[in-house]
């Protein structure tokens, strides 16, 4: 595949982004890859059969659409899964070679089970023949063997979430438990996964713990087969039999009674002072799907965001995977100005920073040259990108207009209705209006639980206000520039 067509790839995708939103586009698309590209169709491929019916169920002309945007002549979108071992950045890796014989990875190790429960990649042993059929279709997802904290590098971004993680992981079984649920939610590739499954690999030392790591996607598999073969209580017994619960990606729940089930699995729990963690790509409040009582009892624990990677995490990322490679393949070096030219330009996410090393992995193992600059600058040119602004949540907003009129957060979302706060507040739903994606109904529930009208006149308020009054103005710009920062 050429490097043409990446470059359309992310103009499609950057088409199908400004189409869909930044919400919907980082739950379903940011993980499809571009397989190939034969004259009238495009393979596509996805890591999960979920995503690949969900994809094509709700999505497939739009897909369509974007590409003929680009490509007029494309008439076949063709989407398929990728294979479980094959991480996204692996694939990426055979591509300039060739994508159908080439796989590179650094470690060959089949995956694990996701149930730990005293030996690695045992399933649960089964009590009753109901049981066990439940068990079978909650055998807990594949772990990877590479997701552990000893490969887990610990930065500004993520080190209250792993020092969380850790705490849960090295607990013992009848500890006091210290936030229930460990809620970790980051933007795509920013490390969740890993740290979860850290946690499950972890979890079980000394054997006496039960651990079960789940993706969302095998929840919804899990009990809605569980219903077709009438063994939800055997279900729901696995499930509560846990001492640590991992739920991976939250946000992609989905289904009435589904919900229903986690919310009751969920308190039963927590209840129980059985530990759960749950990642996702987004704050608990704003799980729109999920029934209100559900998000605050997410939100009653433990939150943590893991941040974007600055440039020295990123750095260190890549040296600390050069010596994994290593390892496996001692001729594989990457000069110290590579690395730092790698760190200062894939600018994005952990997954893009693994892709840029396995295609210079894969490079130095089928042709058994060194690794030079020229060599890296070619390699990685479509995983350069420009930086953009950060993005602003509608917390930081809350926190960092309280801080400059000196209220409280809380007053921000309280009813209270006395001139010093009153302001602040509307300052702080204009800049989430104007600096955020969020709708006024969904900006209106975030504070307090505001009518979208009361947004909306803030919004207009502060706009006529702005125009006519320059020492507002400028003071709202540098409320702009610290959340920049
Ligand atoms: N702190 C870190 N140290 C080392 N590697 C990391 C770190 N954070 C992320 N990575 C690596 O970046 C890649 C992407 O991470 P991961 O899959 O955990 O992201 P994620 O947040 O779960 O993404 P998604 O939202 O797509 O599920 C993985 O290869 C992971 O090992």
Redesign the pocket.
Known sequence: MTNNHQERWTRVKGRLRAEVGEDIFSSWF??MELESVESETVRLSVPTRFLKSWIQSHYAERVLACWQGEEPLVRRIDLSVRSTMM?P?AAATARPVSPATVTVRHDPAPAGFGVLNGHAAAPVPAATPATASAHDSIGGSPLDP??TFD????GRA?SLAHAAAKQVATARRGDPVMFNPLYVH?A????????LQAIAWAGNAGGERRVLYLTAEKFVYGFVSSLRTQTTLAFKEVLRATDVLLID?LQFLQGKSTFAEFSHTLNAMIDAGRQVVV?A?RPPLDLENMDDRVRSRLAGGLVVEMGSFGEDLRLE?LQ?RVASARSHHAAFDVPAPVLSFIAKSVTH???D??GALNRLLAHSKLTGQPVTMELAEREIRDLVRPQEPRKVKIEEIQRIVARRYNVSRGDLLSSRRTANVVRPRQIAMYLAKTLTLRSLPEIGRRFGGRDHTTVLHAVRKIENLVGNDLALAEEIEAIKRELQE
């Open positions: 940011a993980r991480r950045a590479r997701l490969s887990f590098v610990v993520n980051a795509v590739g920013l490390g969740k996964t890993h740290l990606d990642a790509d990322i600390a996410n952990g997954r920073l693994e």
